[in-house]
């Protein structure tokens, strides 16, 4: 089991289990790496609307297997804990609260 810092630096878990599953999918194979740095420097993370313990963080990738992506990084976050759930390749991000970065309401 490895333990990754997030965007505020928590300590979040990826199992073994988790990550053989992520890079089984052959567009994620080369990712790893990819997946520490969206967890750490995400450029957007919205709130799951499915799951209000859950945070998918983002960060745009050029030329991935798929072509230019965003990595989603699934992380479930309970009062003690935060765990990878899973990680995948979109098109773009989905809808839900944007909780980082934080955006001042304009005037």
């Known amino acids: 089991m490895r333990f990754l810092k997030d965007y505020q630096n928590r300590n979040v ?22 997946i520490e740095k969206t967890l750490s420097k995400p450029q957007l993370v919205v709130r799951s609307t499915t799951d209000t313990e859950a945070a998918l963080s983002y960060r745009f990738y050029f030329g991935t297997r798929v072509g230019n992506k965003w990595l989603c990084v699934v992380v479930k976050y309970k009062m003690d804990d935060a765990f990878v759930l899973t990680a995948y390749l979109t098109d773009k991000p989905k809808k839900g609260e944007q909780i980082w970065p934080l955006i001042k309401p304009t005037e």
């Open 13 to 34: 878990r990826l199992t073994e289990e988790r990550l053989a599953h992520i890079l089984d999918h052959p567009e994620m194979a080369e990712l790893e790496e990819a």
